[in-house]
């Protein structure tokens, strides 16, 4: 587990490096939301981990307006 927090960590650096990158607030907003939960998810237990990460792959396939899951092309 030592490793995938580790990447978590790097992860969630670099997500902070973006926001201070760029200067559109919503884009800040949401990069920031990202590094502190890869960074909570690199800090929590492995069952921690994987019902916080199975939440926030539930949230990203839910359309913010009406909860109905996003269709999505490949």
């Known amino acids: 587990m030592a ?3 580790d ?3 790097r ?3 670099d997500c902070l490096a973006l926001a ?3 200067s559109d607030p919503h884009a800040r907003l ?3 939301t990202i590094a502190q939960r890869l960074y909570t998810m690199a800090n929590g237990s492995a ?3 994987d019902s916080i990460l199975r939440n926030f ?3 990203q396939m839910m359309r913010p307006s009406d909860g109905k ?3 999505q092309q490949q």
Do not use: G, I, Q
């Open 30 to 32: 949401s990069l920031l």
């Open 7 to 9: 990447e978590l960590r």
């Open 57 to 59: 792959n539930d949230k």
């Open 3 to 5: 490793d995938r927090s």
């Open 69 to 71: 899951p996003v269709m």
């Open 20 to 22: 201070r990158a760029t």
């Open 11 to 13: 992860r969630a650096a």
């Open 47 to 49: 069952v921690e981990f």
